[in-house]
């Protein structure tokens, strides 16, 4: 009997026949910076002043047009950054700039002049979206908070807005719950578009959604970034997503990066254990693994609590390369090349012994 095709798998092959090239970005104007990003937040625990650290001291460039992609286990701190990024969150050490200005101080300018050029496109489709809303009320809202045009001139960009994400200006008088999630969603990305950001945060925006359904918003987010020159910050747990999407990938864990670079070269041959043990879960974890399932090595133990972090790196309870240092002292963020590896940066005191494992 004959399977039929995979409409996630076959938006993803052709996305990796684009043939993209690494570090094609790296001369752009970077967009959006964070440097030394750091949120806390009380446990509510009966210990007086107990704080998670779900972000601690990250720093990323975004450059213009390019897609970053953000991958790691629940609770790394993915969203927490990404609302960060888009001023949700106040971060309480550390600097996020929008086109050269520190946008993070919290000042109302600067929180207008940051609103203007980065938006967020949520997990969730349906509760992302006001029930007692029409689709009109829905997408011309960030038109009407700036004061930017008039009503009719707002529903003129309306449709406008809706026929970019394939949709028809017959349901601007809808309400969310008449639409199918893929549909939601592309209401949430219209909404998103209409002040003509240059950069958009994805916080797992297909995850919620059917395969098929995943493939088309992911086709559509794809489309937007060659017609608009958008840069997009796109987050997931779906590493085969990540991988065919974006141009570089950083790998968190713990609230913190453990490899940043090109996506294929991490992909391909990571040098950080997190890493490794990530992407071995996956059939495409290497090249040479491509279409069978690569050596899996299993992450052990389970996560430390972010409440009492370990000592050193926060990786070493479960990495098979732990040695006295990584117990002692955190691994700063670094580049690496090591064994003719492309460039990449890595926090890691024993990259070169990763690299080498199978």
Not at 93 to 108: K, M, P, Q
Not at 114 to 120: A, E, I
Not at 264 to 285: F, G, N, Q, V, W
Request: proline share 5%; glycine share 10%.
């Amino acid at each position: 009997m004959n399977s039929s095709p995979d409409p996630l798998a076959a938006t993803l092959e052709r996305a990796s026949a684009d043939g993209r090239s690494a570090g094609r970005f790296a001369d752009r104007d970077i967009v959006l910076s964070a440097s030394g990003l750091v949120r806390r937040f009380a446990t509510g625990s009966r210990l007086k002043g107990a704080t998670v650290s779900a972000v601690d001291g990250v720093s990323l460039e975004l450059h213009a047009g390019e897609v970053l992609g953000i991958v790691g286990e629940s609770g790394c701190g993915k969203s927490t950054l990404a609302r960060m990024l888009v001023g949700l969150e106040r971060p309480d050490g550390g600097t996020i700039a929008y086109r050269g200005r520190d946008v993070s101080r919290g000042r109302l300018s600067d929180r207008k002049h940051l609103r203007q050029g980065v938006q967020m496109i949520f997990q969730d489709p349906y509760a992302s979206l006001d029930p007692r809303m029409t689709v009109l009320d829905i997408v011309t809202e960030p038109l009407a908070a700036s004061h930017a045009m008039g009503r009719a001139a707002r529903r003129a960009r309306a449709v406008e807005l809706l026929e970019l994400v394939g949709l028809g200006e017959e349901m601007l008088g809808r309400f969310a719950h008449q639409f199918s999630g893929g549909q939601r969603q592309r209401i949430g990305i219209a909404r998103a578009l209409a002040l003509d950001p240059d950069v958009l945060v994805c916080d797992e925006p297909v995850s919620a959604l059917d395969v098929s359904v995943q493939a088309q918003v992911i086709n559509l987010l794809a489309d937007l970034r060659q017609r608009l020159g958008v840069s997009i910050v796109f987050i997931a747990h779906d590493l085969s997503v990540v991988r065919h999407l974006a141009d570089r990938v950083a790998v968190m864990y713990l609230g913190r990066i453990a490899e940043l670079g090109d996506t294929e070269a991490i992909y391909d041959t990571p040098s950080h254990p997190y890493t490794k043990s990530l992407l071995s879960a996956t059939p495409t974890a290497t090249r040479a693994g491509r279409g069978r399932l690569a050596k899996r090595r299993m992450l052990m133990g389970e996560p430390p609590s972010p409440v009492d972090p370990p000592a050193g790196c926060r990786f070493n309870p479960r990495c098979w390369l732990a040695t006295d240092e990584c117990r002692a002292t955190a691994p700063a963020l670094r580049e690496f090349d090591g064994r003719g590896l492309p460039l990449r940066e890595v926090a890691c005191h024993h990259a070169e012994e990763a690299v080498a494992v199978e």
